[in-house]
């Protein structure tokens, strides 16, 4: 009986009504006191409050725990897997700072650690069971490997999260480890006996490190939601991006901008997530916006969590777009489904727009540090160009691209768009989809964008030492010819590489140039150049800023409607699958008239404004239609797509 109790707990959400300050706080320093690996710390310390010196990592060492006021609360702290220590002379932080970690920067505590090459645990006993407990993790090793620790906290529920403790640049410029960020915990409420267990293991590199700790007590009325959940195979939701669908009730991705679109019933919405640790980091960031609102972000940490996206909302219908914001590196997700009201339910989104662009690229298009300061905290690909691209023409947007990653050289041996290009998840570091092959007829992009080329210049062996322009020529056409293969009809732009300064940015530039035009002069009349500008900068680490994630986006995007989707005498010039179907705009009679050549069944007809507004949709059975403008309510550009049993039509054309 206990057990199925505990199960049903540990399967449903908790909510609670917590005070704003905590009832009681508990700083706890962890590390040796042999003064030249580390010191315990003096109190009270320099801000008044009084800590806990963790000093004896071996098994069943144990400390009671007294509060920020040196008062006892009858709590222990108990080693139930025994761990290593070390600090000052081995990468501990020596000179935290006040403006990153408040009131636990305090230099004996952060400069000494537990750490590990195998999972290490706590036990927390005395617990008040009616209480909840926020935790704030802290770990920092001075190296350039990327190391991150994982938590665990079991009580009547669970939380799981990491904390990355080092790696190159991690601190910003020549700082490889942890100078600010915590983990910080959901509340977790203790078993009935009062015990949460605590376990640690490493998520990535080869040890784990915990430096210091710091536990909220909040007096908590624990309360089991009689919310719903919406699995994610619900057919109320719209995908956009390569997401791999063998398990349909949780969907596997990783690329940035993969986008995930709903509507909602209520006052309420949460996330349900589960995400592995990656790469290079463990921790993904996406935007949830809610009725076209400002984006929130949310940062996902390993694991199965829940994340509250809105609430107190008025109890109506609103819409829901949620965005991977941060690379394939950041490691993969799975979207389980959504929390609402109880009784509410989705409802049918508006339908996507009808126009769909594809970017192959690397970091600039995946958003890297793109807001400066330390990764991946910086990286949102929402900023980056091929999104803001996409926004302003109101299309769907599927973006291809690793940091590193050249067309013919990149920083690895395998960092070159073609060992990715094909597959639905990049960097396979967790879950492997039982077919990674992406199905190309999934998404079909009426304009590929191919923006590569600084790894190509820069990268060991590349343009600037070893690699000849011929040599570049050749993998990009070769890549162009794969490509086409895949989407004959489609529109490819080539661009140059706005990153790099003379003499790689006019090297890059006339190369693709180049390229672009023995491509059309073979017969290829679909292909496009477009030169960027020169960068303006104030990423991080030498990368685009958001002024140019803006300025690069609006420019293709105006590049894209001017003279890739043109307009030419008010007819329609971009049928982008030739073949069953034409259509001719009448200035004289004010109408469109559509012609098959043998008679459709039930052809799907929408019309759409080119900010993506639906203005018409119909079925079709006959081979002449004619529909007249007063039926559309519009004036101006507008996109016809025309959906046969064998092909689809896209018009554009001027009203």
């Known amino acids: 009986m206990k057990k199925s109790f505990l199960f049903l707990i540990l399967q449903m959400i908790f909510l609670g009504s917590f005070a704003v300050n905590p009832t009681n706080t508990f700083f706890i320093d962890f590390g040796t006191n042999d003064v030249t690996n580390g010191n315990s710390t003096t109190n009270p310390d320099l801000n008044n409050n009084y800590w806990n010196n963790f000093t004896n990592s071996d098994l069943n060492s144990s400390i ?100 990355q403790t080092s ?167 799975e979207f389980i489904g959504l929390i609402l009201d109880k009784g509410k339910v989705l409802e049918m989104p508006d339908a996507l727009p009808a126009l769909r662009i594809e970017y192959y690229g690397a970091s600039s298009t995946g958003g890297y540090g793109i807001e400066g300061g330390a990764r991946p905290a910086s990286d949102n690909s929402y900023k980056a160009d091929p999104a803001v691209c996409a926004r302003k023409l109101n299309a769907q947007l599927n973006v291809v691209s690793l940091s590193g990653f050249g067309m013919a050289i990149g920083w690895s041996v395998t960092s070159v768009i073609g060992t990715i290009w094909d597959k639905t998840i990049p960097v396979l570091t967790n879950l492997a989809p039982a077919n990674n092959t992406w199905d190309f007829s999934r998404y079909t992009p009426d304009v590929v964008v191919l923006e590569l080329g600084t790894n190509d210049y820069n990268a060991p062996g590349g343009l600037k030492t070893t690699l000849t322009v011929e040599q570049y020529k050749s993998v990009y056409k070769d890549f162009i010819s794969k490509l086409r293969v895949k989407y004959p009809n489609a529109k490819i732009v080539c661009t140059n590489s706005y990153m790099l300064p003379d003499p790689g940015f006019a090297i890059i530039s006339n190369a693709v140039q180049s390229a672009v035009s023995e491509v059309v002069t073979s017969g290829d009349k679909k292909i496009y150049y477009y030169g960027f500008s020169k960068m303006i900068g104030g990423g991080y680490n030498g990368h685009p800023g958001v002024t140019d994630g803006t300025n690069n ?71 002449e239609t004619r529909i007249k403008f007063t039926e559309l309510n519009s004036t101006g550009v507008i996109i016809t797509r025309v959906n046969t049993n064998s092909e689809i039509n896209v018009f554009k054309s001027v009203m």
Request: with cysteine; net charge positive; proline share 3%.
């Open 64 to 163: 009671q725990l007294v509060n920020k006021s040196n008062l006892s609360a009858g709590y222990w702290m108990l080693v139930t897997t025994a761990m290593s220590k070390n600090g000052i002379l081995n990468g501990g932080l020596l000179t935290p700072s006040a403006s990153l970690l408040g009131n636990m920067a305090i230099a004996s505590a952060t400069q000494d650690y537990f750490y590990s090459s195998t999972p290490g645990s706590f036990m927390l006993r005395g617990l008040n069971p009616s209480k909840g407990y926020k935790f704030y993790a802290f770990g920092s090793r001075n190296t350039a490997e990327v190391r991150t620790t994982q938590y665990v906290f079991n009580g009547k529920n669970t939380f799981t999260g990491v904390n």
């Open 167 to 333: 790696g190159f640049s991690l601190g910003g410029g020549t700082i490889n480890q942890n100078t600010q960020t915590f983990l910080v915990s959901d509340p977790v409420y203790p078993t009935d006996s009062g015990t949460i267990a605590i376990q640690l293991s490493i998520a990535a590199g080869t040890y784990f490190h915990l430096n210091m700790m710091k536990i909220e007590e909040y007096d908590n009325v624990i309360t089991i939601s009689t919310n719903d959940t919406i699995t994610a195979n619900s057919p109320n939701f719209s995908y956009v991006g390569r997401v791999d669908f063998t398990n349909n009730k949780k969907p596997l991705f990783a690329y940035a901008n993969t986008t995930i679109r709903t509507k909602f019933q209520g006052t309420s919405v949460s996330m349900l997530l589960n995400q592995y640790a990656g790469a290079s980091f463990s921790e993904n960031s996406f935007y949830a916006i809610v009725d076209n609102g400002a984006p929130l972000k949310i940062i996902a940490s390993v694991g199965k969590t829940n994340y509250l996206i809105a609430d107190k909302l008025d109890n109506t219908t609103h819409s829901l777009e949620i965005i991977k914001i941060t690379e394939g590196y950041c490691g993969q997700c």
């Open 553 to 623: 986006g609006l420019a293709m995007a105006a590049f894209i409607k001017d003279s890739v989707l043109n307009v030419l005498n008010n007819t329609a010039v971009l049928n982008l699958i030739s073949g069953n179907v034409s259509l001719n705009t009448n200035l004289s009679t004010k109408e469109i008239q559509l012609k098959f050549e043998t008679d459709p069944t039930n052809a799907n007809v929408n019309i759409f404004s080119i900010e993506g507004k639906l203005l018409y949709s119909a079925k079709i059975n006959s081979k």
